[in-house]
């Protein structure tokens, strides 16, 4: 976290701040990122930096939380209106919401990918620890409302389907971008009506199903 020197700076000199550090983890990877080079770009001296932050991961741990927090802005009016919408197409909602994040916020994206590819990397553990709850959660509002209504299983094990669906959100993602294309668009769409499509029927045959 941000030390509260950091935050009773002026907004417009933090956002200067910020964008320094986003432009770097952009360029480069976590362990390649420079804090010299931010410092240069963000106009500061670099012994003010170490009055904002502790060190290079704190700043970097700042902005992952920007960027959930911007994520989210595109997730909550998707979830202002679940009862216009069954629980498959609240659920490709939520896929479209971060198409839409992913396409207005690429930079915010590269950094998130970067992130991603690394999934050994300290960081990445301590960050996916800190916060795989928030996005079960979601997942785990949209299964309750759904068996509410009968539209799923009243047998499920909510917070294990919320997981199950939040990491196959991950994993969809990550095949697409290794094996379709590198820069998500429509044709993603396209995938996760295969995933939808997955999770409404299931793998097992109708005798299996009925058994």
């Known amino acids: 976290m941000p030390k509260q020197t950091f935050l009773n700076l002026p907004e417009e000199k933090r956002a200067k701040i910020e964008q320094a550090a986003i432009n770097e983890f952009t360029a480069y990877s976590y362990d390649q990122a420079s804090t010299n080079r931010i410092v240069e770009a963000a106009e500061i001296p670099k012994g003010s930096f170490y009055q904002y932050f502790a060190g290079k991961k704190d700043l970097y741990r700042h902005i992952l939380d920007k960027i959930l927090e911007r994520k989210m802005e595109f997730l909550t009016p998707v979830m202002a209106n679940p009862m216009e919408m069954d629980f498959f197409q609240l659920l490709r909602e939520t896929y ?3 198409l839409r994040f992913a396409t207005s916020n690429p930079e ?4 998130s990918q970067r992130l991603m590819a ?4 300290p960081v990445f553990v301590e960050f996916i620890q800190d916060n795989m709850g928030k996005a079960d959660d979601v997942f785990r509002q949209l299964i309750q409302l759904g068996i509410s209504r009968g539209e799923l299983r009243e047998d ?3 917070a294990f389907a919320a997981h199950i669906i939040s990491e ?4 969809v993602a990550d095949f697409y971008k290794s094996y379709v ?3 998500m668009d429509d044709d993603y769409l396209n995938m996760v009506d295969k995933l939808l499509d997955f999770l409404r029927r ?3 045959s109708s005798e299996q199903v009925g058994s």
């Open 96 to 98: 479209v919401a971060g």
């Open 108 to 111: 915010l994206q590269q950094i």
């Open 118 to 121: 690394d999934r050994n990397h």
């Open 156 to 158: 499920l094990d909510v």
């Open 168 to 171: 196959m959100n991950n994993s």
């Open 181 to 183: 294309k590198q820069t």
């Open 202 to 204: 299931g793998i097992g």
